[in-house]
């Protein structure tokens, strides 16, 4: 196929999913929250943008912030401001808008409004006043980065979102000291410029063999994923500045499990097996095999990878 004919293709392709986008249900007197890109453009829904350019006037955190990429992609609805400080006038301005029929968008800066962003409030106001909301999801840097760490498993897919870190150290160590405890990935956000001080809290209240990931930059040019034991972490850092640029998401991952003192016990051969099957497909597949392989019962093989699989 010729590149004119592949550019054919992709704009037949690109024509009907709009179509099929525009021609959904998009209910009046309701609510959009839609997750803009957290910094490639190219992250915007088809949902989100057809919203965007539907609704009748767009709620932003910062009209100044959210112009510009409204401007890029050709979206000319009216804004509206909605932040931290007169969110609840703004949920009142909304309401009054939902009640004469009109379509409202919520926007934050970056990524889910209501998601460690201005907006909860004015989901809550919205429903309470009896209007529909209706999420578009999209960009998140925390699911980005959990995606790009390798974090959680199928076996094991718990995690926590903390958000922000307190700026002070005795506060943050306070805080540490309760997340780290959960027994699962731990996703916070912190600025460069406490970095290194969180860094060193992290240290000193879970070790220096705990590992964490730096998730620096998500969708940006120059994004980066690096995890590393806290020992090492400000070592990595030294060798970089650039590291300590940009947006950080940072993964305090699980703690390594103790051993459990009333696991099965296998055969050395079985271990390798079952170690072995572990690096290519999911604890229940590796029991599975294993049992066809040795004629041990499948629970006690799944019950001897739960305590001895690796993390991560």
């Not at 990429?69 to 009054?96: C, D, K, S, V, Y």
Request: contains cysteine; glycine residues 6%.
């Amino acid at each position: 196929m010729s590149d004119t004919e592949n550019r054919t293709v992709n704009a037949a392709v690109w024509q009907s999913m709009m179509d099929k986008v525009q021609g959904q249900v998009w209910p009046s007197s309701c609510l959009y929250v839609v997750a803009t890109p957290i910094g490639n453009m190219g992250d915007l829904s088809l949902r989100g943008w057809q919203a965007l350019e539907l609704c009748d006037i767009i709620a932003a955190e910062d009209t100044r912030a959210t112009r510009p990429f409204l401007q890029a992609w050709g979206i000319q609805t009216p804004l509206m401001a909605a932040h931290r400080h007169n969110e609840a006038q703004a949920a009142q301005a909304i309401i009054q808008r939902l009640e004469q029929g009109q379509r409202v968008a919520l926007v934050s800066d970056a990524g889910a409004p209501a998601v460690s962003d201005p907006g909860a409030r004015v989901v809550r106001s919205v429903r309470q006043a009896g209007f529909q909301v209706v999420p578009l999801p999209g960009a998140s840097a925390v699911i980005a980065a959990l995606m790009g760490s390798g974090a959680t498993s199928d076996e094991n897919p718990a995690f926590a979102f903390a958000g922000f870190m307190p700026p002070k150290t005795v506060a943050r160590r306070k805080w540490l000291q309760h997340w780290s405890s959960l027994g699962m990935p731990v996703l916070m956000f912190e600025s460069p410029h406490r970095l290194r001080a969180a860094v060193r809290d992290m240290q000193e209240v879970c070790g220096p063999m705990r590992e964490l990931t730096f998730a620096r930059e998500l969708s940006k040019r120059f994004e980066q994923i690096h995890t590393v034991p806290l020992g090492q972490a400000l070592a990595w850092l030294d060798e970089d500045s650039h590291r300590e640029q940009g947006e950080f998401v940072l993964i305090l991952h699980e703690a390594p499990r103790e051993p459990d003192e009333d696991a099965p016990v296998l055969d050395a051969t079985t271990q390798r097996w079952m170690k072995a099957l572990l690096e290519q497909v999911s604890l229940r597949d590796a029991a599975r095999i294993a049992s066809q392989a040795t004629g041990i019962s499948r629970d006690v093989l799944y019950a001897w990878g739960l305590a001895n699989a690796p993390q991560g």
